[in-house]
């Protein structure tokens, strides 16, 4: 496990044959250095850097600020910096000196594009990819966009989004520092500080909104569960409860989503109530959620969830919830207990022979066939696919309808 500092270099000024030095402060410590990777070296003390720049790259300021001291070495940076021709195998004794004289080996440079049209920005792409590789299981990782071009800042901060949504390397994200230069115009900041802050919340709103965008599109409830027990820990009552939803969810379960929904109905204003900004957006789509799943009969609540599922592209159990819905009327209408296979295969011998089932019957024919091919993964309407899906929102509203004039007639 180690601690990786992700960071870019910009081209910098020189000012009386050197760069200018700022006055970083970093929760409340306060260091003096040119560039701003060797103040966050202090604060936290990385196993390894892996810096960024271009061919003009202000790479002798990072030479001298970790104490290079061979002059030739800084001279010939300097020299080949200034004329554009700094290549990675250049810089060499600044990984040399991390290794030596910092403890951090694995360390590593890399020379990238100024990013000025979509071939350089896609090579700037592959190296961090590359850079990707070189993170490990159980990493830390310490992103610092404060440096160089603003494309390569933001697509700093965009891969390693990437990375970590793409789930090869389980690496945590500890923070991102942006050191605001833009403050020492401040009258009030008489010292001329550059705070250094932790933009790491703009990364956890992202972790929200995939988790947001999971759910309220496909139904996926698993990343808000997530992120509920990175926010609040296991043991809070709003985590238990967005948990076990996530289970029945991603289960499929419907006795125990009628369950949680009778269950947790009485406990909404535990969401509603929090006082964090994103969870109000996700409590609300529970809330909603609840409230529509809140059906006094067994039957509707199962067609209300088939419909759900359908609007979540979980054709599949849409499908079963359909079908197990007008079972359950049936079961409901003749006063057939409802949960027993045995109940339930009376319930279908009702829906199959007497005459005022006729015309539910005839609308829960071909679904009932598609479930059964679902099911038990049958072939025999594997050229279906596409119609199936077409037809299910039909089939859904006709089976409501014939909801609606059972319980007219009852």
Partial sequence: MSKILITSIGTGKKEDGGYKTAKYKIDDKLYEESIIAKALYNHVHFDKIFMLGTSRSMWDAVYLAFGGKDENAWLELEGKQDAGGITEGDLSPITALWEEDFKMAGSKTFVVHYGIDDSQLWDNFETYIKIAEYIEDGDKVYLDITHSFRSL????????????????KEFTVEAIFYGMFEYIYEPSNVENITPVVNLKILFEINE????????????????IAENFNKQFGKKDEKTKYFSRFSENISIANLAAIKAYVDRVKDKLSLFDGT??????????????????????????????????FYENKNYAISYIALTESVVSKICEM??????????????????????EYESLEKKYITPNKVRNNVAHQLSDRRDN??????????????IKKEFMMLDNKN
Wanted: with cysteine; net charge positive.
């Fill in 153 to 168: 800042s933001l697509m700093s901060y965009i891969m390693l989004d990437l990375v970590k949504s793409m789930r090869q």
């Fill in 208 to 223: 929200w909104i995939k988790a947001i965008s999971a759910f309220k599109n496909y139904g996926r409830a698993e990343l």
């Fill in 275 to 308: 006082g964090f900004p994103i969870i109000k957006l996700v409590s609300k789509d529970l809330i909603d959620f609840t409230k529509r799943m809140d059906k006094r009969c067994l039957s509707d609540f199962q067609l209300e969830v088939a419909t759900w």
């Fill in 334 to 355: 003749e006063g057939i207990g409802i949960e027993s296979e045995s109940d339930r295969k009376k319930a279908k011998n009702c829906l199959h022979s007497k005459a």
């Fill in 385 to 398: 696919i596409i119609s199936d899906i077409n037809n299910l929102k039909n089939s859904i509203d006709d």
